[in-house]
Nanobody, 116 residues
């Protein structure tokens, strides 16, 4: 099992920045680390993903504004969110996909609200 603890959500004005953190415990054999989000009334969507070899991928709506990164020593991944827009408002979930088994594990979610 992999346990994930998220932090860093909150209320921010349009144009502002936030950094989300996701600390993993229970395993370091992780193939991919991701961030998803779910807005009210919408399906959960992939925001950003990074694999163990450093390849990353982003939802078109956040390209150029969000950056995913990993600190392997801390078994933690981050989502730096800049130039936030009201449409970025959602619950953000971190996810890891364990190597070999490809099992998915989820964090509890953290609310991000972008509003003036």
């Amino acid at each position: 099992q992999v346990q994930l603890v998220e932090s860093g959500g909150g209320l921010v004005q349009p144009g502002g920045s936030l950094r989300l953190s996701c600390v993993a415990s229970g395993s370091r054999v992780i193939y991919a680390r991701s961030w998803y989000r779910q807005a009210p009334g919408k399906q959960r969507e992939l925001v950003a993903r990074i694999t163990s070899d450093g390849a990353d991928d982003y939802n078109d709506s956040v390209k150029g504004r969000f950056t995913i990164s990993t600190d392997h020593a801390k078994n933690t991944h981050y989502l730096q969110m800049n130039s936030l827009k009201p449409e970025d408002t959602a619950i953000y979930f971190c996810n890891v996909q364990r190597a070999i088994t490809m099992e998915n594990f989820w964090g509890q979610g953290t609310q991000v609200t972008v509003s003036s």
